[in-house]
C-alpha cells in the first residue's frame, strides 16, 4: 500500500513536470518597451548620420517636422510622430539647439484636462521663430518594417546638408501588434507604435 501511494505520488510529480508547448500563428513580439528602445536605438542612428560631418554654429537651431508618408506627404501617423519626437531627445543629447515650432510661448491651463505649451494650431503659435536647419523626412512602409529618410535642410538656402536612412523593423516597434481581452479570449490586431 505505501509503495501504490508512493508510486502514485511520483506519477503526479512527474505530470507536473511535463512542459505543454503552445503552437502559434503570430509571431514572438518583444514586449513594449523593447520596442520603444529599439526604435531610438534607429532615431539615435539617424541622428549620427544627419550629424557626423555637420559643424554648426553657435547661434544655429535646428527644427523638426513630422516624418511623413512618402505616398501621401501631407499625412503621417503615430510612427512618424514618434520618430521626430524621438529625434529632438537624440540631437538634444548631442547637444545641438533644438527649436519647438509646436511653442505657443504661454501655458494654457485648463481644468480637468491639464496645463498645455504645445498646438499644431497657426492662429496659437509665435509668429517668427529664428531656425536655420530644418530635419525632414519620409517613411514607406513594408511587410516587414518601414524606410525612414530623413534629410537636414538649410532653410534659408533649401541646400541639403545632410541625409540618413534606416530601415526600422517591425519588431523594433514599426508596427507590433496589439493585445486586447474581448469577451474573455485575447485577440491580437495590428497597429503602429504608439
Not at 510622430?81 to 548631442?94: D, I, N, P, Y
Not at 511587410?143 to 536612412?165: F, I, K, P
Amino acid at each position: 500500500m505505501r509503495y501504490t501511494i508512493l508510486v502514485a505520488a511520483l506519477l503526479v510529480l512527474q505530470g507536473c513536470n511535463t512542459s505543454l508547448h503552445h503552437v502559434s500563428n503570430y509571431p514572438y513580439v518583444e514586449p513594449r518597451e523593447q520596442q520603444e528602445a529599439a526604435l531610438f536605438a534607429h532615431v539615435d542612428e539617424l541622428s549620427e548620420q544627419l550629424t557626423d560631418d555637420l559643424e554648426l554654429g553657435e547661434k544655429d537651431t535646428v527644427a523638426i517636422s513630422t516624418v511623413v508618408d512618402l505616398d501621401n506627404l501631407q499625412s503621417s501617423d503615430s510612427f512618424g510622430r514618434q520618430v521626430a519626437e524621438a529625434m529632438f531627445a537624440a540631437l538634444s543629447q548631442k547637444g545641438i539647439h533644438t527649436i519647438e515650432p509646436r511653442l505657443t510661448g504661454r501655458l494654457q491651463m485648463d481644468p480637468g484636462f491639464g496645463e498645455f505649451s504645445l498646438s499644431r494650431d497657426a492662429q496659437l503659435l509665435r509668429e517668427q521663430m529664428q531656425i536655420t536647419y530644418v530635419v525632414v523626412g519620409s517613411f514607406q512602409r513594408t511587410d516587414s518594417g518601414r524606410h525612414v529618410n530623413l534629410r537636414l535642410v538649410e532653410l534659408s538656402s533649401q541646400n541639403v546638408v545632410a541625409a540618413a536612412y534606416q530601415f526600422i523593423p517591425n519588431s523594433a516597434g514599426a508596427t507590433s501588434p496589439r493585445v486586447t481581452s474581448v469577451n474573455g479570449s485575447l485577440q491580437r490586431h495590428e497597429q503602429s507604435v504608439l
